[in-house]
């Protein structure tokens, strides 16, 4: 009778039939237990049964790796708050930009979306750094080196068509000078390597209106198209493919068996 009573309260609670019925196993005491415990739930087999020491030495990692998916979140959520009030058109972008600064009581998640913008580009390329220096981009990790590189790529992809969202002078003009080196893309660019062999007869295949610079714009100039066309990436297409990339490289880390060891 008395063991009974001497019971602490979460061995009552593993006992309850509530407890079984959403837990449906006790409480791990054991390294096997909680391996169990991990690969069988929904949520927790996402995560390596074990972690070794380094990996969780902010030493070691500078948690830049966590603090990438942190600000994708919160970009995410601020960037969807701010699709209620602004709309992609030359007639308004700017004025909507004023209008969430100014007028619209949420108006603060401007300004947390757009240094949540600059602060993941920043520890993404810290992050890239840390990987190659502690070496982790070697066998067997360099399948998820090159997702990390794409990922990278994305993140700066984000960055580039955001910038010309806000309409102002600023990012027309930024654009406008980017989408020009675009021409000398080899191949794709009408000014660029290769562009002249694209051509059947007298007929070239790549020219001002089809090169690289031309479908990224919607145009030959920097307008309503290419506002558009930037605003449908930055908020859908490129997002969407950053998650997918990041899906594969959070289960990569986990089937490499975690972080990798210092050198």
């Keep these: 009778m008395s063991d009974k009573n001497d019971k602490s309260l979460l061995e009552k609670m593993e006992e309850s039939q509530v407890w079984k019925s959403i837990i449906r196993s006790g409480i791990p005491r054991t390294r096997r237990?909680?391996?169990?415990?991990?690969?069988?739930?929904v949520f927790l087999h996402l995560h390596p049964a074990r972690l070794p020491k380094h990996a969780v030495k902010v030493g070691y990692t500078w948690c830049m790796g966590g603090l990438s998916f942190f600000l994708f979140v919160n970009l995410t959520i601020t960037g969807i708050l701010l699709m209620f009030y602004y709309r992609p058109t030359v007639e308004y972008a700017?004025?909507?930009?004023?209008?969430?600064s100014e007028?619209?009581?949420l108006g603060i998640m401007r300004e947390l979306h757009r240094w949540a913008a600059h602060s993941m580009v920043l520890i993404v390329w810290l992050h890239m750094v840390r990987v190659f220096m502690t070496g982790s981009y070697k066998p067997p990790r360099e399948f998820n080196w090159g997702i990390g590189v794409i990922l990278m790529v994305l993140t700066m992809l984000l960055s580039i068509t955001g910038?010309?969202?806000?309409?102002?002078?600023?990012?027309?003009w930024a654009v406008t000078v980017g989408s020009n080196m675009a021409r000398a893309t080899p191949f794709l660019g009408n000014e660029g390597p290769g562009a002249a062999l694209l051509a059947i007869g007298d007929i070239n295949l790549i020219h001002v209106g089809s090169d690289v610079r031309f479908a990224l714009l919607g145009g030959?100039?920097?307008?309503?198209?290419?506002?558009l066309r930037f605003y449908v990436l930055h908020c859908i297409a490129i997002p969407f493919v950053a998650m997918i990339f990041m899906a594969v490289h959070f289960w990569r880390i986990r089937k490499d068996g975690g972080i990798s060891g210092p050198l």
Excluded: C
């Design 33 to 41: 237990q909680r391996m169990h415990a991990i690969l069988g739930s």
């Design 94 to 100: 700017f004025t909507d930009i004023i209008d969430l």
């Design 103 to 105: 007028q619209v009581p």
């Design 163 to 172: 910038y010309l969202l806000p309409w102002d002078q600023l990012a027309i």
């Design 220 to 227: 030959r100039f920097v307008g309503e198209a290419t506002l």
